[in-house]
């Protein structure tokens, strides 16, 4: 596939059929229709081999295994400061 018709996936596309075929919610025959449509892209095929590989990586953490402090810190931080507080005034 050449660089213009990777430009015709869509990025929320291919995270969506990513995320339908590794979260393992749907069918086999489906899986095997994502598969063949990301295959069609060699640049998504890439994308979804690393996200495999995360994921692997992740389910093989021991659940003993804990981040650093200020690891945890920061993200905690992150996470607070990206809520966003909606209040209706009507």
């Known amino acids: 596939m050449s660089q213009e018709d990777h430009m015709r996936c869509s990025s929320e596309e291919i995270e969506r059929l990513c995320c ?3 979260d393992n919610c749907t069918s086999e025959q489906r899986a095997e229709e994502i598969r063949a449509r990301i295959s069609e892209c060699s640049c998504c095929s890439s994308r979804l081999g690393s996200e495999e590989a995360v994921r ?10 804990h981040a650093p402090e200020a ?12 809520q966003t507080e909606v209040r209706w005034q009507g």
């Not at 692997?56 to 295994?65: A, H, L, R, Y």
């Not at 920061?74 to 400061?81: A, L």
Request: a negative charge; hydrophobic letters at 30%; aromatic letters at 4%.
């Open 71 to 82: 690891l945890r810190e920061k993200i905690s931080y992150q996470i607070h400061m990206s």
């Open 20 to 22: 339908e075929l590794l």
């Open 56 to 65: 692997q990586i992740v389910k093989g953490c021991d659940e003993s295994t």
